[in-house]
């Protein structure tokens, strides 16, 4: 039989040179038993001293930090469960991922209740603040559930910089000074101030927030068990608050709805006298945003973040239309922003044609997409959704009067000119349109996104550059 | 009017603001209070400070400036015709209330919403002034999350993004018709237009810098809260308009609060309020859309209601009987997030065991909360559930209602 002194509870350091030492040895882990100065030593064997040197084997990844956690535990058995797994790994390189092995499975919950207690010390931590101090300076009492001060005391370090405070435990106290961090004895909670005046208000802040008519205090208990209660300065409520809460709700429930002042009523009235949306033919661009961004003549509104109606100057020589806003002009608002806009900018550039001269819009004002997870994916609007639309653009075109309307792509076409046509084939020429305006079609700059082929790719955006230009002469 | 203590104050402006399901804190960037001036830290994971006996945590000092409001919505416990008791904050009280808590340890940060009062814009201007004094006065580090009010202008709600973690906009109810009958100032087309000008600010800022960085936007980004029960939508059209709203702004999260008696009720509402477990079986189904691979139509159809008895997964696996047993030894990850009572945890951690060993049912056990449940649906070495497709006691079992 073996037995390893270890400086203290928490002494991973020693164990660790221990442990290496006594797998050297061929040491069973039946064979050691491990102690702690100062604690009763049950057989009175030699103990054996660590021995320092080079270690003879490797762990996987993962075992030290999985140790050290489960060595802040307060079980009695942690460090003779680390050897055994240790001595096991000798063996069983693989050991660790065997997660429904018990001796893995339970350092596994103890490394897990070890830093649940660490992550509860950082939301239980209840500071006071020192009257008197010359510093501001603020003090805490806390019972940590397992030996986790140490390691956690360097989180409140981070979040308190430029502050001075101690948190006291049975265990161990931390100290920060706002230059080092210091550790000392354990203390006792008469060390820490017994009150501070902000704890009323904090109780008064719990107390409001507590909604009575949703009573789920197992789930309250889950999350904070009692043992932290009594160093919690809010936990003297929950009683009061759990024994008035049904009597609250129903009180809520039984009140009459109340009539509101006569004040309120009278301006209420005001209001409803302005204000009244009236539908007619909207005769400005501004009528055209504000009336397309209310329309329902299609289903399209429901899921699009708004209308996007045309940009550009009130009169224009040419006019653009594309075939629906896509994502980012939905967020954005306006028409041609997103990576097709890009495209198009470029080869007006390259056409000589400024689109600041240049009056732009779509067939169809709202985006009409479908949910693919996360992301909303373009689907090209109906014949329905165009000939409803419709409205819009015509409203478009006599109020800015083009001389030359360009319909990109087929959709578009079909606003344009109410009937479809072959891009392909009918793109490149003027087409006359009722209207006295001159008709071009040509592609989608969306459709060029689209090409993977980069030869067929530059020749499409070629003819593109080309019909751009014949357009701005026909209208020039 | 009488003057009102703090105390006082606080405990009218915390009540009001319950009604805000949200107190995250966590997801944002990375700091802490070293090299600063002031207190303050964000380590990605959000910590819970307290818990109500409602069992919500508490993460936050989350209050309104002030619970005045000009608007008129029939949910709402301070419309201007509801007889509550008001009170507005001073913007020092809010920053000096939200420090003493914060170097005490009690609070993650603030959570700032507010009332209407004169216009959106004076309102804003107030929240963004409190942000702004805590950030630039006091180098406050902590987590910071602002309401958005929807027809605040774009300057404000950039100011907002650039000192805040979060920013929300309420989209309130499930409805557009319902908004407009329910809340008449209110127009949901104004707060989708501010929730995609959100969007748009995040993404620009997350560009990869081409001179400089982009100044920061809301590092914790966006999300919203939609009030279950005071309209007639079902639940089906609760989860396509959340699942529509995930795709088009990229909301970290979308809120449920189950429509709840509030004092001073008015007659506009429905009387009965709807139970907790469909608020309960809402957030379950937007959990699945969300991490496990399921689309809203597959939970629950337009015209449908969640099932109140079992929960959303279960109720799907219960109508998919074909898709059952599956064999945890052969399945992919889809499969497996499919079986009811197998959390994303636990699959992960079966994968990661298969590799090894052949899975037995004692692994499985030990992995998993939910063997009960899951034990009908799976096939490892030594299990395969008999007779399954006719077995009719999957659902468990009715309970007798008490007498009320």
């Not at chain 1, 009539?259 to 539908?279: C, H, I, K, N, Y």
């Not at chain 2, 006996?53 to 409001?69: A, H, M, Q, V």
């Not at chain 2, 990869?208 to 999300?223: I, L, N």
């Not at chain 2, 995930?246 to 009387?271: E, H, N």
């Amino acid at each position: 039989m073996r037995v390893v002194r270890l400086a203290s509870e928490i002494d991973f350091a020693g164990w660790r040179l221990a442990a290496r030492a006594l797998r050297s040895l061929q040491a069973a882990p039946d064979d050691v038993i491990w102690t702690v100065d100062g604690e009763g030593d049950l057989f009175g064997d030699e103990a054996t001293p660590p021995q320092a040197g080079p270690p003879a084997f490797t762990v996987p990844k993962g075992f030290l930090d999985l140790a050290q956690e489960v060595a802040l535990h307060r079980s009695g058995e942690r460090f003779t469960l680390l050897y055994r797994l240790l001595w096991r790994l000798g063996r069983q390189p693989e050991l660790l991922g065997l997660a429904s092995d018990p001796d893995v499975a339970r350092a596994r919950d103890m490394a897990k209740a070890v830093s649940r207690a660490s992550h509860k010390m950082k939301a239980f931590v209840r500071f006071r603040l020192v009257e008197d101090a010359a510093e501001e300076t603020y003090v805490a009492w806390f019972e940590p559930a397992h030996r986790v001060t140490e390691a956690t005391a360097p989180f409140f370090q981070r979040r308190f910089t430029n502050m001075c405070w101690s948190i006291l435990t049975p265990d161990v106290c931390a100290h920060w000074d706002r230059e080092k961090l210091t550790f000392s004895s354990g203390a006792d909670p008469a060390d820490a101030p017994g009150e501070d005046a902000l704890e009323e208000y904090w109780r008064t802040y719990y107390a409001s927030i507590f909604n009575p008519a949703r009573l789920k205090t197992a789930a309250m208990q889950r999350e904070m068990p009692k043992r932290y209660w009594r160093n919690l300065p809010e936990a003297r409520l929950i009683p009061e608050l759990v024994a008035t809460a049904e009597a609250r709700a129903e009180e809520m429930v039984r009140q009459q709805p109340s009539e509101p002042t006569r004040r309120v009523v009278r301006q209420a009235q005001r209001l409803s006298r302005d204000g009244s949306f009236e539908e007619g033919a909207p005769a400005t661009l501004e009528e055209v945003t504000a009336g397309a961004d209310f329309c329902r003549r299609c289903e399209l509104w429901r899921d699009a973040t708004q209308a996007v109606a045309g940009d550009g100057p009130g009169r224009a020589r040419l006019m653009l239309v594309g075939e629906q806003p896509g994502d980012q002009e939905d967020l954005a608002g306006k028409p041609f922003v997103g990576p097709a806009g890009r495209v198009l900018d470029e080869a007006l550039e390259a056409a000589g044609a400024p689109r600041a001269q240049i009056y732009v819009t779509n067939a169809v004002k709202h985006f009409r997409h479908e949910l693919h997870g996360k992301r909303r994916i373009h689907k090209t609007p109906t014949a329905g959704h165009v000939s409803a639309c419709r409205w819009w653009l015509d409203a478009e075109r006599r109020i800015v009067q083009p001389r030359v309307i360009v319909a990109l792509g087929a959709t578009a076409a079909l606003g344009v000119f109410g009937k479809a046509m072959a891009v392909g084939q009918s793109r490149g020429q003027a087409l006359q349109l009722p209207d006295q305006a001159q008709g071009v079609v040509t592609y989608h700059p969306s459709f060029l996104l689209r090409m993977p082929d980069a030869q067929a790719k530059s020749e499409v955006y070629a003819a593109f550059v080309e019909d751009l230009k014949f357009a701005w002469k026909l209208a020039s | 009017m009488a003057v009102l203590s703090l105390k006082r104050k606080l405990s009218i402006l915390s009540d009001a603001a319950k009604y805000d399901a949200s107190c995250a804190s966590s997801g944002s960037s990375r700091r802490d209070s070293v090299g600063g001036s002031g207190v303050g830290s964000t380590e990605g994971m959000g910590i819970c400070h307290a818990y109500a006996p409602d069992g919500r945590c508490i993460s936050l000092l989350k209050i309104l400036l002030t619970n005045f409001c000009v608007y008129d919505c029939a949910y709402c416990v301070n419309r201007v015709s509801s007889n509550t008791p008001r009170a507005r904050f001073a913007v020092e009280e809010v920053v000096d209330l939200t420090l003493g808590f914060y170097k005490r340890n009690y609070i993650e940060g603030l959570f700032l919403s507010s009332g209407i009062i004169r216009s959106a814009d004076y309102t804003m201007e107030e929240m963004v002034r409190v942000a702004r004094t805590l950030r630039e006065v006091h180098d406050f580090r902590g987590y910071i999350h602002l309401k958005l009010i929807p027809e605040a202008s774009a300057g404000l709600v950039n100011d907002a993004a650039l000192y805040a973690d979060r920013l929300s906009i309420n989209i309130e109810l499930p409805r557009d018709e319902s908004i407009a009958s329910l809340a008449p100032e209110k127009d949901a087309r104004q707060i989708r237009k501010a929730m995609g000008a959100v969007r748009l600010g995040i993404e620009e800022a997350s560009e990869p810098a081409r001179v400089a960085a982009p100044p920061k936007y809301a590092p914790a980004g966006q999300s919203t809260q939609m009030i279950v029960g005071a309209d007639g939508a079902l639940d089906g059209e609760i989860l396509s308009r959340s699942a529509a709203l995930y795709g088009a702004y990229g909301l970290r999260r979308v809120y449920y609060s189950a429509y709840s008696p509030i004092p001073d009720t008015t007659s506009r509402l429905p009387p009965a309020r709807p139970p907790l477990a469909r608020e309960h079986r809402l957030y379950q189904a937007d959990w699945l859309m969300r991490f496990y691979g399921f689309e809203a139509g597959e939970i629950a159809a337009s015209g449908e209601n969640l099932d109140l008895e079992v929960d959303p997964k279960h109720a799907w696996a219960l109508r998919h009987r074909e898709a059952f047993p599956v064999d945890l030894n052969l399945a992919d990850r889809e499969q497996m997030l499919r079986v009811p009572g197998l959390g994303v945890a636990a699959v992960d951690r079966l994968i990661a065991l298969r590799r090894q060993k052949r899975l037995r049912l004692e692994d499985v056990r030990r992995l998993s909360r939910g063997l009960k449940t899951s034990k009908a649906y799976i096939v490892v070495d030594d299990w395969r559930p008999t007779r399954l497709s006719d077995q009719a006691d999957l659902r468990p079992p009715p309970q007798q209602l008490s007498l009320f």
